[in-house]
């Protein structure tokens, strides 16, 4: 989705692991904005499941398929890296200043069975800090928000007793919600002097 103002969204449905697809909802954005000014990187995926495993019962041993590996890879890494350079590559080709405003996770520290998912938010993380350096003489801001566990259906389905010793490993004792990251993302879009970082907004939970 694209927004020029209050009231005026504009969406539209790609693949962004699609490198068609991304140049064309840059062009996209930018006709019905009339120019670029910012990018919130936000699509993602999860596969979870361990790189090996040994089945209680049988003792057989499994391990995450290529499949698992590679979609995620190609959803949160690469799709998110193709929107930065097609939406970046819009905005300098127009001479605009903007922010990019990258979506990790906490999941980047490590995190038992997301192996696939938290490289991908890692390289996310590690690259934010590398296109600031890249972008700083267009006039490009960029930064990133690393969630911990925020309230969304797969949260609210979760069962009472998982949920509250989830809730008991916050230290601020409670999930987090959509407005919690909105102010951070906010933050970083407002704030000229921020770049290059990644900010964790997860109650202490990786603290």
């Known amino acids: 989705a694209c927004a ?3 009231g005026k969204v504009f ?3 790609l693949d962004v692991a699609n ?7 840059a062009d996209f954005a930018y006709e019905k904005m009339g120019g670029l000014t910012g990018l919130v990187n936000n699509a993602g995926i ?3 499941g361990l790189l090996v495993k040994v089945d209680k019962e049988t003792g057989k041993v499994g391990k995450l398929t290529r499949e698992q590996w590679q ?3 190609d959803v949160n890494l690469t799709g998110a890296t193709l929107m930065v350079r097609d939406t970046v590559a819009k905005m300098v080709e127009n001479k605009q200043r903007g922010v990019v405003v990258n979506m ?11 192996s696939n998912y938290a490289a ?6 590690t690259n934010t800090k590398t296109w600031s350096l890249e972008f700083a003489r267009f006039g490009i801001r960029v930064g990133a928000i690393a969630p911990g566990m925020i309230e969304t259906p797969m949260t609210q389905g979760m069962n009472q007793k998982a949920r509250d010793a989830l809730v008991a490993a916050i230290p601020v004792a409670r999930i987090g919600l959509p407005e919690d990251i909105w102010l951070a993302v906010r933050f970083v879009i407002e704030c000229d002097y921020f770049n290059g970082r990644t900010i964790d907004v997860d109650g202490g939970l990786a603290m």
């Open 120 to 125: 991908a938010k890692a390289a996310l993380a």
């Open 11 to 13: 969406t539209k449905k």
């Open 71 to 73: 979609q995620v890879i």
């Open 104 to 114: 990790s996770s906490i999941a980047r520290h490590g995190n038992r069975g997301q």
């Open 4 to 6: 020029s103002g209050p």
């Open 19 to 25: 490198e068609a697809e991304t140049i064309a909802f």
């Open 46 to 48: 999860l596969r979870d």
